[in-house]
């Protein structure tokens, strides 16, 4: 049985290692078509990062010169971040400012008194008012935690309540507005008023505020007497003339506490100066005709009379006085002045804290010393501001008011600490008072440059690298650039040289370091017209350093004296942004510069349908033809086999055959012989 052979099932005469052989030896174009399309796949994944590399090169480029070039970005310092900060966007400009933070913007924040734990916040329609908007809800009535939670979650960011455990069996709520700014108190309506006096958070108040009325009835003198004309009274408003001085009894006398404000509103009309006519000294006195004597017909003249006068000095003009300490007040016989005005052609709001002064006001004087200024006054009130209708707050942690600064003299106020119509295109935000101004500097940002033009040189130098290792078949370029990475190296490695000789690769090199080698033309002339002259170079070794070889410097890699570049953005930043992009001929289209002549090189390869993409397009049609090529001779494999495989079956069943023949035979003739 261990001769049976059955015809390419078994393998007696050892065929399948002999087609196996033969179509090996066939296989050897299929590996050369392999082996040339995994080339082309490999030059195609070489351009394309090539690409990649170029277009981020542009990039930077683009950066340097375009209309978001970072020579607009500006940044805003501040002397004491712990009193305010600042930010800056490109509008801002360039300029110190002192502000002295007097006061920062707060909300209305209560507390209540110590609560027991278990106590219960009745049933019922709450409200809560800040400044015009309000927020209404209807309580089942519970905890305070039950309380501050629904609170919490219909206040649509208008209020917040807080549940502090002051002791293990007590508790305390706080209640507080989400709005800065002296208009957005916040006010306790309907039921809320009952729960803010049971817990402590409101009390009751006496009178906390007095409207003082302008009649002719409610004025009289002051110093000196009253004159009619130089003051007047119409529809409760008070005009006081130059020269002018009266006083506004208050009667009653008004008790003050501490958060008592004096408030007013009030404007200034300027009365044009009037041009003063030319002096001349007097004619002095007119004396008579001496007359005349006529003697045989001669007449003789007497001498006219002579009159010494003094010498003649023009009259002194009158003195012009801006005196803006008009207001005062009077508590018991003492005089206060209040603030200075300033002048406004429209009325302005003022208000005095005259409770933190003293404890009683007796009246308001009015002492207008100015000779070009008529002083206008309306709407005077005295009131509580803390007072929020007929109740205060009992414990007040922070109470609502604006945010009080001077700059350049001028007061300023906002209901918000985060102020962004101070300055042009800064935003300052307010952190805390401060008992000294503090300076806001706004200038270049000179760390985005410094980083942008970093950036352009590190693309570059990649750049440089690609097209080294695709170009030549040294090893030595890799390892001597000491930037890569162990994985960047390994990448490099295998597809060091696969454009060795590559013409379009020399002449993108070439181009490329005469970009950067060329002088631009610049505002600063000679002394800012080439890239090494703000530190950027192929050898930044300082003056007598040693000499030594470095390949990197011979091969085109650029690098930067930070030092000397630092100091060339802090002096001469506008020639910096000329030398990296120009508009030489006043069109307001840049034409020049290092960053512009990279960005017109690089774009015929990087655009769509540009140079690269003609490659990739050229190679995406050879990797389709060798495909098509290895299927077709794939298929040749197959049938070569199939062939192989039935004619070496028909030679082994004919091998088969003649074998049992030749036994046939064999076996015959020993059969003769034995008979």
């Known amino acids: 049985m261990s001769d049976i052979s059955i015809p390419g099932v078994t393998n007696k005469y050892n065929t399948d290692k002999i087609i196996k052989g033969l179509v090996n030896v066939e296989k050897l174009p299929l590996k050369r078509m392999e082996k040339n399309r995994d080339i082309l796949k ?47 966007t490109r509008k801002a400009l360039e300029e110190n400012k002192k502000i002295l933070v007097k006061r920062i913007a707060a909300a209305d924040r209560f507390i209540s008194e110590s609560l027991p734990k278990d106590f219960k916040v009745p049933a019922g329609k709450y409200g809560f008012k800040v400044g015009e908007k309000s927020i209404n809800f209807t309580f089942k009535g519970g905890s305070l935690k039950d309380f501050a939670e629904i609170l919490n979650r219909k206040s649509r960011n208008l209020v917040k309540a807080q549940i502090i455990s002051d002791t293990p069996g007590t508790r305390i709520i706080a209640v507080e507005s989400q709005k800065t700014g002296r208009k957005k108190k916040l006010l306790f309506l309907d039921k809320a008023v009952d729960f803010g006096l049971k817990s402590g958070i409101l ?5 906390t ?24 009274i119409s ?38 100066e009037k041009k003063s006519e030319e002096t001349k000294p007097p004619p002095g006195p007119s004396l008579p005709d001496t007359g005349e004597i006529n003697f045989k017909g001669i007449k003789v003249k007497n001498e006219k009379s002579r009159v010494i006068l003094p010498q003649w000095k023009p ?5 012009r006085i801006d005196d803006m300490q008009v207001l005062f007040f009077n508590s018991n016989g003492k005089i206060h002045p209040l603030n200075k005005i300033e002048d406004s052609k429209d009325f302005k709001s003022y208000e005095a804290d ?58 300023i106020k906002r209901d918000s600490n985060n102020i962004d119509d101070l300055l042009p295109g800064v935003n300052i935000t307010l952190l805390s008072k401060s008992d000294k101004p503090v300076t806001i500097k706004v200038e270049k940002d000179k760390e985005a440059i410094k980083n942008s033009i970093v950036a352009l040189v590190g693309h570059y130098n990649q750049v440089i690298t690609e097209i080294d290792v695709v170009s030549r078949r040294d090893k030595s370029v890799i390892e001597d ?11 490099y490695r295998k597809k060091l040289g696969i454009f060795a000789g590559s013409l379009t690769m020399y002449q993108l090199k070439d181009s490329l370091q005469r970009v950067m080698m060329n002088p631009y033309r610049t505002d600063g002339g000679r002394n800012m017209s080439l890239l090494a002259q703000i530190g950027i170079s192929t050898d930044t070794r300082k003056p007598g350093e040693v000499a030594s070889v470095d390949k990197t410097r011979l091969r085109g890699y650029l690098e930067i004296d930070e030092a000397r570049l630092d100091d060339q953005i802090a002096a001469h930043a506008g020639w910096i942004k000329e030398l990296f992009g120009n508009d030489t001929d006043g069109d307001l289209i840049i034409d020049s510069g290092a960053a512009y002549s ?78």
Request: net charge positive.
């Open 209 to 232: 505020e007095r409207d003082i009325p302008l009649t002719k009835y409610s004025v009289t003198s002051w110093k000196s007497a009253l004159k009619s004309d130089s003051y007047s």
């Open 42 to 88: 490999k030059q195609k994944s070489v351009w394309r990062d090539l690409n990649r590399k170029l277009s981020t090169l542009r990039d930077s480029a683009k950066e340097l010169f375009g209309f978001q070039n970072p020579f607009k970005e500006k940044i805003a310092k501040s002397s004491d971040n712990n009193v305010l900060k600042a930010t800056a």
């Open 481 to 491: 650039a000491k930037y890569l990475t162990d994985e960047e190296r390994n990448a």
């Open 598 to 675: 990279l960005d017109r090189l690089l774009n015929p390869y990087v655009t769509i349908g540009g140079i690269i993409a003609a490659h990739l397009t050229t190679l995406d049609g050879q990797i389709s033809r060798k495909n098509r090529d290895i299927n077709n001779y794939e298929d040749h494999l197959k049938k070569y086999e199939a062939d192989l495989k039935y004619k070496y079956g028909k030679m082994e069943g004919a091998l088969q055959a003649l074998e049992k023949n030749s036994k046939a035979l064999e076996n015959l003739g020993g059969s003769n012989n034995r008979r």
């Open 203 to 207: 009390k009751r108040t006496g009178v």
């Open 354 to 411: 005259i409770g933190a002064i003293s404890n009683t006001i007796d009246s308001i004087n009015i002492k207008n010393r100015n000779t070009n200024r008529i002083i206008v006054v309306k709407n005077i009130k005295i009131f509580d501001k803390t007072s929020r209708g007929k109740y205060i707050p009992s414990h007040p942690i922070s109470e609502a008011g604006d945010a009080e600064l001077i700059m350049d003299g001028i007061k």
């Open 235 to 272: 529809d409760g408003t008070l005009t006081v003339n130059p020269a002018g001085e009266l006083k506004i009894p208050v009667t009653p006398s008004f008790n003050l506490n501490k958060n008592m404000v004096l408030q007013f509103q009030l404007k200034t009309e300027i009365i044009p």
């Open 315 to 319: 009259p002194v003009p009158a003195k």
